[in-house]
T-cell receptor, first 115, second 114 residues
Framework: NAGVTQTPKFQVLKTGQSMTLQCAQDMNHEYMSWYRQDPGMGLRLIHYSVGAGITDQGEVPNGYNVSRSTTEDFPLRLLSAAPSQTSVYFC??????????????FGSGTRLTVV | QQQVKQSPQSLIVQKGGISIINCAYENTAFDYFPWYQQFPGKGPALLIAIRPDVSEKKEGRFTISFNKSAKQFSLHIMDSQPGDSATYFCAASIGQGGSEKLVFGKGTKLTVNP
């Protein structure tokens, strides 16, 4: 049982490049989400999904796309990277309706630097 | 607009002391208030959580106190240990109806000196 797996752990991009941050969970969680963590800003929700084929925006969705074709995977796409997207990105998953009892399971993060 | 305000930003406590972190919220529809603990290089992990129908919840050395009328809640760490040194985040959400949008405070970096 691997939990939530994020890849890559580190990435350096040039401005304007695109990339996909991968997130996979093996706990059959319906809910998955992406957060970004910046110094002094806490964790801010980017996008989330309550099941395959269903996604919605969080607090800071601009510049990011997501899709949920399977229960297990929830990739985050940066179409044209900007320096403002330099951050640590966390994927989290949980049981819908039960996440409030058991909390979310977070991955170990992807540290992204855009130069 | 910050929905959950957390203070202090950083906290230094001696071993054996009590660590207190405070949070305040505005949205009265919030009905779930968790605290997450994050160690360097790791993702956050659920520490303890409370619903607004109780005023206090205790798990070991960790206690949440909740004041619904003041829209405030706090985390108390009794007998603080160096291993408690981490960043703590309070959060809030409207947990019913399948919309599990968890909103986090900005975090408190706790350092427990030996």
């Amino acid at each position: 049982n691997a939990g939530v797996t994020q890849t890559p752990k580190f990435q350096v991009l040039k401005t304007g490049q695109s990339m996909t941050l991968q997130c996979a969970q093996d706990m059959n969680h319906e809910y998955m989400s992406w957060y970004r963590q910046d110094p002094g800003m806490g964790l801010r929700l980017i996008h989330y999904s309550v099941g395959a084929g269903i996604t919605d925006q969080g607090e800071v969705p601009n510049g990011y796309n997501v899709s949920r074709s399977t229960t297990e995977d929830f990739p985050l796409r940066l179409l044209s990277a900007a320096p403002s997207q330099t951050s640590v990105y966390f994927c989290a998953s949980g049981r819908l309706g039960l996440a409030t009892n058991y909390g979310y399971t977070f991955g170990s993060g992807t540290r992204l630097t855009v130069v | 607009q910050q929905q959950v305000k957390q203070s202090p930003q950083s906290l230094i406590v001696q071993k054996g002391g009590i660590s207190i972190i405070n949070c305040a919220y505005e949205n009265t529809a919030f009905d779930y208030f968790p605290w997450y603990q994050q160690f360097p290089g790791k993702g956050p992990a659920l520490l303890i959580a409370i619903r607004p129908d109780v005023s206090e919840k205790k798990e070991g050395r960790f206690t949440i106190s909740f004041n619904k009328s003041a829209k405030q809640f706090s985390l108390h760490i009794m007998d603080s240990q160096p291993g408690d040194s981490a960043t703590y985040f309070c959060a809030a959400s409207i947990g019913q109806g399948g919309s599990e949008k968890l909103v986090f405070g900005k975090g408190t970096k706790l350092t427990v000196n030996p």
